[in-house]
């Protein structure tokens, strides 16, 4: 029996000035979040029972999986994550600290060197695997930047789960099972979602998806064709289209293009099209333990370079823009001002595909203040690797036929068939059928649980106040007495929630006794599918029922309420699918 | 469907052999618990069962008492911690950590100041009061001393809950109501447990109980009696059945008593018995910001000074034992020869009421190596205040009449009315009836939910492993083809799975191809309630069931087996209930 009047619901007329998501103004004025901290988050009442939802159905879909939940500790021995090499990799966004005996720790952002660690020291044959584990937990992220409210912060709720197996069948058993998990999740949630082609570094082929939710504050880009091709801007590529020019080659000329740093400074110096310019990029690729190469990226000027196809057909571990003196130690010049032409074997020069057909190219001198036009491959520079290192543009051919088109996504859920990375740094092996140790092969998948509803709410919120799926609202039914001193209408309402109830709906009463017009607006900003209104046609045992998302309202006997309840319940999660 | 081939419970025949206690012995054994760092676990799936069991039960009983539940985060501000001034005051305890841009943060061992700033910015009226919300949460305290495997950890999970009221009365009804949840709590879990009567500090009044499971590894001292009354320690009193000495005052002497420091040394040199020799300890008693008060504490010498009684006489915020310093300083001794003669009026002299009666005494003469004999109140030393200042002793008649008993205890319960030091300290303040302002009146109440696991094991575990009641065990029944290689076993077990569980039960099959000993054996160590047995009599449609906890066997048919399970289940939970 849950009302009100009793219920930390301390809704707000206004959010902070500062706030720019949708979904974090709303949840804030609607009582679901208070800030403790910058990026530090505390769940309020209705936000928790949307989250315990959303684990609910995890945890279905889980056990569906044939996964097993655990819960690993947040505080992880420094000394594990030194093993695997995380400790430095993660860089500041690993909380560290120490204990009363200077022991060192981090908060765990993720866990796979402590399953690894368990699961080591637990399993020793083929026979017990493939095998799944999985937790539901808060983990920590010293964002540089939180924001979007609990989109992005510093402590957050996962779903986190590994997999092990002795060989690739079993890791791909696990993978399929899981990437079917994550669809039955994402959908009985309600929420829009592409499942993207994501990059998976070196190993190549398809063993890594993401799943993103479409939505305006969404901070990946997400590149679509309505033909279902889908992938993220790091791994997304496109048909080829560039025409081999036909112009004879001119004489190389050093003109000077003084203060243009740019392509486009540039172009305009130049007279020439920014697409006939040379971009021409200094980076330094990590290869190993102080290993660092030179590389220098060509592509058209109106192309942007993609640094992960680079960093991919390079193979290296790290993939840094070079400083200003390294620019100076290799090229001579300044960013600004770098070119192809003169550069030695000790630079590796990389080229998109499309500089290929280019002919009569300007490009950096290599000396500040200076471009070269009339630049041609072969005759003029070298080029070592031709390939595909830009990113794609919304209107080219993605490879199923169809046109590109790009929207903003909120990362919501990723699987990655990891390999054994970890495995071999931990000695983690079995035996397998052969009797042979060999390392464990694994999988590891993620869903961002307290993220998934700033998912939602970005795609459902309106400009009243959150709106929720019914799988995941925090009830079902609003009910809303009009004026709570009248003795008919609480009797009415009470009775109401004595119904539906028993029906196994969650039922909100407002017994407060506030003014309607303020009742009405905080149930729009809480969002609960169905609101009954118990006004004047009480005494004729007449509600009104409204739709959240709609906005449409039906009047309806008492009598019928619980069978009316049930239809509009079915035909919002019908919507909901046909909606996708 | 649970198969035990593909569930991660990885037995063990030993465990490491420095574990002291029954419960983490077997939960190590048994495959529960893996230890990441010390004090820091990870729970295994059955486990993790377990948890959510009881976690399921807490929730239940807190909806029936009005409490929602909500999450805080882990990571807190410092600056929070400061205004509280438990920064400092909980000392090496708390887990302290700097954010990228050296904020400062801890590790919430306790959420009061986090509830507090929260219910501060969300309530201004008497109207939505009382109110209780909590939290199921993973809790950090950098532990000195962890031990016992989960039953003391650093990182561990617990109930919070924090009532907010207008009034006294507020106050009453939610501490009530919890203290009812609690007890609905422990009786489901199966716990035998005592509440007892806890040391509230200076406010007095009963305002602190704990709930303590009795066993062998228990921390805490439990006095109790068969009559229902129960105490801590600390809290603990005892009728008095002191008899007036009626000896003649004797000469005041001083006797040489080298080398005697303790109240044993000076009872043999002196030739006299212990209780008739003065315990005199000199305690420096903090008053206020640095203000110490010098107290000497008189009391038999087969008596131990029971701090917590005197800090509450003297209303004082701490109490520590004098330095050999302030021995001199104020006594001129060493501690081991401090008495009451001659002791100016700089220092409070408490005596307890047990000293009243004792005629011709013994105690230090302030004078290294000498003790005066003969002593006697008023005319050879003063006493500013008598009262009850000594831990009462096993034998002794407790308030409801009956002996006193002692026993070891784990406190898995705490549930305190706090008052307003916090609402005080935040700010945190609401309009009452009147329409004034008046802080928030707060009441904070705890489980240890992890550690109840460790009292739960330790109650009720043997030789061979772990007994769970059946409310939280990780499964109903535990289904076991003593052959799994034979198909007809497998198909019955398969058979025996899905009518149990279409019965509502859950069930553990072990499907591994292993000798029937090691399932057995592994199936005592589990510890589920009931064990299914097929083996050669499957042909004929029979199996075995046994009890876990009894050891006892019934042979039964495959078609009354769903029937039995039930009755077995059900006369299980009522000899726990029998058993309290």
Sequence with gaps: MMKQSKILIPTKKE???????????????????????????????????????????????????????????ALLPSELWKQSGRYEAYGDNLYKLSDRNDREFVLGPTHEESFTEVLR???????????????????????????????RGKEFEMLDGYSFAADEAGLDEAYQQQAQAYRNIFDRVGLKYKIILADSGTIGGDNSQEFSAPAKVGEDVIVYTDGGYAANLEKATSKFSGVQQTAEPAELKKQATPGAHTVDEAAESLGIDASQILKSMLFMAKMGEDDYQPVLVLMRGNDEVNETKVTNELGCEDLEIASEADAAKYLGAHPGSLGPVGVGEDVKILADNYVKV????????????????????????????????RNVQEGEIAPDGHPIKFTNGIEIGHIFKLGTGYSEKLGAKVLDKNGRLVDMIMGCYGIGVTRMLSAVAEQNADENGLVWPDSIAPFDVHVIPVNAKKEEQMKMANDIEDQLTKAGYEVLV?????????????????????????????????????????????????????????ILLKQLADQSVDDK
Tied chains: 1, 2.
């Design 15 to 73: 959010a902070p000035s500062d706030v720019e998501a949708l979904s974090h103004k709303m949840m804030v004025r609607a009582g679901y979040i208070y800030q403790i901290s910058s990026g530090v988050w505390s769940y309020l009442p209705l936000a928790y029972r949307v989250i315990r939802k959303v684990e609910q159905i995890i945890r279905e879909e889980m056990d569906k999986a044939g996964a097993y939940e655990m819960m690993m500790p």
């Design 121 to 151: 020291d637990s399993i020793k044959s083929y026979k017990k695997l493939p095998l799944v584990v999985y937790q539901l937990q808060d983990k920590f992220r010293d964002e540089d930047r939180p924001r979007y409210g609990i989109l």
């Design 358 to 389: 280019l002919v009569n190219m300007a490009c950096g001198a290599n000396d500040d203040g200076y471009h070269f036009v009339n630049a041609n491959i072969d005759r003029d520079f070298r080029v070592d690797q031709f390939g595909d290192f």
């Design 510 to 566: 407002d017994d407060r006794k506030e003014r309607a017009g303020v009742k009405f607006a905080d149930s729009d900003l809480i969002g609960i599918p169905l609101r009954v209104t118990i006004g004047k046609k009480a005494a004729d045992g007449i509600v009104e029922v409204k739709i959240r998302k709609t906005g449409e309202t039906i009047e309806v006997k008492q009598a019928e309420l619980v069978n009316t309840v049930g």
